[in-house]
């Protein structure tokens, strides 16, 4: 048994291939351009534009289907890709162990520490932290 349409189905195939035929339309692209279909009439004539050649010739439409291209086999053709499949299945070597360079040995550089300089960076900590704190108690009461 074939296929089963309903009418509204039915309706959409004669709409989307009486437009194509009235119109002179022969690409998709001129399909898009002129925005006629909705999403399942433009599903439709997709799939009618994929299957077929659109001809015009002498104000007449015709549909010709595009036959798939059937590929010739013989003897040779399958021998062939036996053995290109046969290729395939050989065993592969696992690639060489990856070698690392050794770790280089971190040192440790000590910096002289001046009791002045570690002085004056925590009063300019303590500095910014009150500068902060008065920021803050002015826009609490700007509140």
């Known amino acids: 048994m074939g296929p089963v349409f309903d009418d509204v189905s039915v309706d959409v195939f004669y709409n989307v291939i ?48 595009i036959e798939p291209e059937m590929e ?35 040192v440790a550089v000590e910096m002289p520490v001046n009791v002045e300089t570690v002085t004056l960076e925590i ?3 303590m500095e910014l932290e009150m500068l902060w704190i008065w920021k803050w108690k002015i826009h609490l009461h700007l509140w």
Do not use: K, W
């Open 18 to 65: 009486n437009t194509v035929i009235t119109q002179h339309i022969t690409t998709l692209e001129e399909i898009y351009y002129l925005n006629l279909f909705d999403t399942v009439e433009l599903e439709f004539v997709e799939e009618v534009f994929e299957f077929n050649d659109i001809i015009v010739e002498d104000g007449f439409v015709d549909f010709v289907p």
């Open 72 to 106: 010739e086999v013989s003897y040779e053709t399958v021998e062939l890709e036996i053995q290109f499949e046969m290729d395939f299945e050989m065993d592969f070597a696992p690639p060489p162990p990856m070698e690392f360079a050794p770790m280089p040995e971190l």
């Open 123 to 125: 009063e300019m900590e």
